[in-house]
């Protein structure tokens, strides 16, 4: 058979060298041989590329991605770290958030490993049933059975070499019945570990699914067992386990409050502190094999660098919003990969329901306490330090709602704060007066330029004045911020998205950054600390005006002096102009 270099396979098919490397590395060219260092491709491969337009890979964001059919980061240097924990024998806990790549990255790996270790991948939610955790027996015979299935269909698993072993781990199960409890379920694992030439790599995805389950626990502490007495008794090479939930935690859920206990079985676990999320330059690299597939003269640097901004390289929100820039260009939207074009993405993004955001607005139903922190960080601008030890912090980074951010708490990126921010304004909006009066106004505001924010400021300090002119000075700086949002929400809502500027959120200021229609408004939201302090104020908006290359800024004070004068006024500056309302 004849066969072609990368460069050679690229040209034929009208795409990028490294799009050729990157499938040949994550083996999804069948046939494909590397010789030194070059990937040599089979004709096969080139003649079936050929029979069908090459532009048929997709933005994925529902189960496992293939780059054969996917756009997809190059994920080699992630493979890498992990192989390298594997190779020294670690034992660790994959914990992510929801979507965030885990199962695509235990696929990646199970294929990476294949060459030098018998990888048995598992499911817990696909192959185990709640019921398989009634008891050790049930549970141990419905592991065993769910091991040997994965087993049965791996290349070595295959192999006349590996079928002894395979047929003698089968008979024991078999042969114990109803004794084969945990203690027979690892002494036949072991048995298997010494019998075949590979060293074995256990992969459990899903082990959220063992939440409140004792058994599991059981099961952890066998693991740990074999792993302290590996120099004794024949084990796994390493065992990964994933899920959004660390050990610790489901131990938590497992036992009663007054039983809380710090020894967790997985305390042999090695730290897996491997970045999963997608990087600038990661993304950008998807986007330069979507653009040479699509012969589109795009601005990769710029659209990653954007898409990060909003997302923070969460991996389903990157794929989602790319997904939705390419669904715009398809429909004809030739313009979709700008600026304009990603904010409308945005847009659209926050506005639908999807299984991750149904699944935060469950987690925010279920702790409402880490509810109350989120409100607390969105609208009064609390600083929180960032500890894994506090509970509640903990938690809200499990899901992903949270980041350390200089050692503060902050939400995890635009995006969730986005939609955080909906969430609780629509709460709160079904009793209040402010969103009724915003609403009411709401088609005074919208102009044929775009919004008009100063008419806007000067109709909310006359609703602020009127319903909360007598209110204390607590009320005010812990509901002033949420009060202006609620006011605004009515005209944002279907056309634009609000967001605060995370260099400046603190107890005293707060930038607003508001999107609309592909035009940007800043508004500096702060509580008054005297004019010395306002003058400061003034200039770092004028710097954020600069760097939105914007002229026109605003800023709205909540002040408690007595002598206040509440209104609306503009200062002028060389270059810029200040509209500042007071309340």
């Not at 490397?21 to 040599?40: N, Q, Y």
């Not at 709401?442 to 100063?454: C, M, N, Y």
Request: charged share 25%; hydrophobic share 40%.
């Amino acid at each position: 058979m004849k066969y072609y270099t990368t460069k050679e396979a690229a040209e034929l098919l009208g795409v990028t060298k490294r799009y050729i490397t990157k499938l040949c590395t994550s083996k999804a060219i069948s046939g494909a041989e590397k010789k030194g260092s070059r990937w040599m491709i089979p004709e096969s491969f080139i003649a079936k590329k050929s029979k069908r337009n090459v532009s048929t890979r997709v933005f994925n964001t529902t189960g496992i991605c293939n780059p054969a059919e996917h756009y997809m980061v190059d994920l080699t240097q992630r493979l890498l770290e992990v192989r390298k924990l594997v190779d020294e024998g670690k034992y660790f806990m994959i914990n992510r958030a929801r979507q965030f790549g885990k199962t695509t990255t235990l696929h990646a790996l199970a294929e990476y490993l294949s060459q030098d270790y018998l990888v048995i991948s598992m499911d817990f939610q696909m192959q185990m049933s709640d019921a398989k955790f009634r008891n050790e027996n049930s549970f141990s015979l419905a592991f065993a059975r769910a091991f040997e299935n994965s087993y049965r269909i791996t290349e070595s698993g295959r192999s006349q070499e590996y079928q002894a072993a395979f047929k003698e781990f089968t008979k024991e199960r078999q042969e114990a019945g109803e004794q084969f409890e945990l203690v027979e379920l690892f002494q036949a694992l072991s048995n298997l570990c010494a019998a075949v030439p590979k060293k074995i790599v256990l992969m459990i995805d899903e082990v959220d699914s063992a939440t409140n389950n004792q058994v599991f626990l059981d099961f952890l502490a066998q693991l740990r067992g074999y792993y302290i007495n590996r120099s004794r008794f024949a084990t796994f090479q390493s065992v990964i386990l994933a899920g959004v939930c660390d050990i610790r935690n489901l131990k938590r859920k497992m036992r009663p409050e007054e039983e809380h206990k710090d020894n967790s079985p997985w305390n042999i676990a090695a730290d897996f502190d491997i970045d999963m999320s997608f990087s600038v330059e990661q993304i950008n690299g998807m986007l330069l094999d979507y653009a040479s597939e699509h012969d589109s003269a795009i601005d990769t640097n710029m659209i990653a660098r954007e898409i990060y901004d909003y997302t923070s390289g969460y991996p389903y929100l990157v794929s989602r919003l790319c997904q939705l820039l390419d669904e715009m260009y398809t429909a004809g939207m030739h313009d979709s990969w700008t600026h304009a074009g990603i904010l409308e993405a945005v847009r659209k993004l926050v506005r639908e329901s999807n299984s991750l955001f149904e699944d935060m607005a469950k987690k925010v139903k279920d702790y409402p306490d880490l509810g109350t922190m989120l409100r607390d960080i969105l609208f009064c601008g609390k600083g929180i330090p960032f500890n894994l030890g506090t509970e509640l912090v903990s938690i809200g980074a499990m899901f992903g709602f949270l980041k350390d951010e200089d050692g503060q708490v902050a939400i995890a990126n635009r995006i969730f704060e986005i939609w955080f921010y909906n969430l609780f304004i629509a709460q709160d909006a079904i009793d209040s007066k402010t969103y009724d009066a915003g609403q009411q106004l709401k088609g005074q505001f919208v102009t044929e330029s775009g919004l008009d924010v100063e008419k806007i400021l000067k109709k909310f300090v006359e609703h602020f004045t009127e319903s909360f002119g007598n209110s204390t000075d607590a009320f005010v700086e812990e509901n002033g911020r949420k009060l202006f949002m609620l006011y605004i929400r009515p005209l944002i809502n279907g056309i634009g998205n609000y967001y605060i500027e995370a260099r400046t959120r603190s107890m005293g200021r707060t930038d607003l950054i508001i999107d609309y229609l592909g035009k940007q408004y800043i508004i500096e939201m702060k509580i008054w600390h005297g004019n010395e302090y306002n003058t400061r104020g003034e200039e770092q908006l004028l710097g954020y005006l600069n760097d939105y290359h914007l002229e026109r800024g605003y800023m709205l004070s909540f002040n408690f002096n007595k002598n206040k004068k509440p209104g609306v006024q503009e200062i002028h500056f060389k270059d810029h102009t200040l509209v500042e309302a007071v309340v």
